[in-house]
């Protein structure tokens, strides 16, 4: 995958200024369960090693990714992802920060439906 646009088509932001870190994270969740509103300011995509990641933006906007496929995450927009299958959902996360800097930004204050 090589793009300089997230999943739905905006552009990335600009790289940061500071000392730049990789980070990298594994996360898995069941059948039924679904992450909280979030949202990133920095770089990321994934690959999902298994099951199908349904991600849902908070304007109802819809990406469905599968076993082996990538995806470049949105940043600056609020969004969830949610296992809407069968499997586990394995996935793989990689950032591109400014040292220090947090991954997402959470928004407890609107409900999951």
């Known amino acids: ?5 997230s999943w739905d088509g905006a552009p990335l932001p600009p ?4 000392d730049a870190e990789i980070v990298a994270m594994r996360y898995e969740f069941g059948p039924g369960e679904k992450l909280g509103w ?23 906007n819809v990406k469905v990714v599968g076993a082996g496929e990538s995806l470049i995450e949105m940043t600056g927009t609020i969004h969830h992802g ?4 069968h499997a586990t959902v394995v996935l793989y996360m990689f950032y591109i ?17």
């Not at 995958?1 to 646009?5: D, G, I």
């Not at 790289?15 to 500071?18: E, H, L, N, S």
């Not at 949610?82 to 299958?85: A, I, R, T």
């Open 38 to 60: 979030h949202h990133h300011d920095v770089i990321n995509f994934g690959i999902v090693e298994q099951g199908e990641l349904t991600i849902v933006d908070i304007n109802g």
């Open 15 to 18: 790289f940061p200024a500071g």
């Open 1 to 5: 995958m090589r793009s300089s646009q």
């Open 82 to 85: 949610e296992n809407n299958g």
């Open 97 to 113: 920060v400014e040292k220090g800097m947090s991954l997402s930004v959470q928004h407890p204050e609107i409900p999951l439906l």
